[in-house]
């Protein structure tokens, strides 16, 4: 009922409230200059009865912590900041890095997720030409895909002089036994250490096969479960959990605050084969949906991934995926 009255108000939330409390107060003094003691008991009585609700409001959300107003705008909420997998545009960076970023950030990109390519995670810059020319661009630089097994203390060390929040182990292929998924997760809290040490985080990105049971077991189970949460976290693929036949929903419900990134990447309706991802919004996953369990569960970073393009090229769709997250209200 409370949002209904705030989209009514012309006001937001805060100033409905404070609007309502200077008409009470207007009114109480506008009758004071006549019998003053009977004219006071009785706007006294007006006074209180058209700002009793909005008080007791504020003094329930002082013991609760929850602002009455604040639900207003709570109902529905855009992502503010969002941002794009660079391997969306794997074929058009190496050719123009500071282009292509140039462009993202028109369309209103405001974070950056690399992947350790030919030229670097920097691009062929330092890491910190690289955070200036971000900077430049009004974006930020969170995270990286990168190859946890080289030099991995150095690349820790990179980014976090220059204010990144994660590295990402990207790809460990599909173990063969539940063994193997307890062996990753070992690695895992060994990079997460290093991490931590330098102060961002680490985390792990799923395909298919950790949500694909063996024996009756998810791996996905495995590798969150022995694995510290004070030093590793996990980035969602949904498009890759939706691919196994399993409810992003639910293993964000399952994990809650785990799952601190995700990969936002449709699939093409009805597609059977493995590789079909799609523009947002054309595909067959209910993001409006999933994006607000996963804001409810504590994901904290929304990152566009795209690696097919039928009927498009990886920059129209990049601008037609930033179009789709700017409208969409979770």
């Known amino acids: 009922m409370l949002h209904k ?13 404070l609007s309502l409390i200077k008409k009470a107060i207007r009114h109480f003094h506008s009758n004071i200059s006549y019998n003053k003691k009977e004219i006071m008991n009785y706007n006294r009585r007006k006074f209180i009865k058209l700002t009793g609700g909005i008080t007791s409001g504020l003094a329930l959300s002082s013991l609760t912590g929850v602002s009455l107003f604040s639900s207003c705008a709570e109902h529905s909420k855009k992502i503010k900041n969002f941002g794009i997998q660079l391997y969306s545009l794997r074929d058009d960076m190496p050719k123009d890095p500071k282009g292509i970023l140039k462009q993202l950030s028109t369309f209103g990109y405001k974070q950056i997720e690399g992947y350790e390519g030919a030229q670097g995670m920097f691009w062929g810059m330092s890491n910190t030409d690289f955070k200036k020319y971000m900077d430049d661009l009004g974006m930020e630089f969170v995270a990286s895909h990168c190859d946890s097994s080289r030099d991995f203390e150095k690349k820790a060390a990179d980014a976090a002089a220059i204010g990144m929040k994660y590295l990402i182990n990207p790809y460990e292929g599909a173990g063969k036994t539940i063994e193997d998924y307890k062996k990753f997760a070992e690695d895992y809290n060994a990079k997460g250490a290093i991490c931590k040490k330098n102060g961002i985080r680490y985390a792990f990105h799923n395909h298919e096969f950790s949500f694909t049971a063996i024996n009756g077991e998810f791996p996905q189970d495995v590798v969150m479960k022995n694995t510290d ?19 992003p929903e639910a293993w964000l419900k399952k994990y809650p605050n785990r799952f601190r990134l995700c990969h936002v990447k449709d699939r093409i309706k009805n597609a059977t084969e493995r590789d079909a991802s799609c523009t947002l919004g054309e595909g067959s996953i209910n993001y409006p949906q999933i994006l607000k369990t996963a804001r409810e569960n504590g994901v904290q970073y929304f990152i566009v991934e795209q690696e097919r393009y039928d009927g498009t090229t990886p920059i129209k769709a990049a601008e037609a995926d930033a179009a789709y997250l700017k409208k969409l209200e979770i």
């Open 5 to 17: 009255l705030c989209a009514m108000s012309q006001y937001p939330p805060n100033m409905m409230a």
């Open 229 to 247: 949460a004070s030093l590793v976290d996990f980035e969602m693929d949904m498009y890759w959990v939706v691919t196994a036949g399993q409810d």
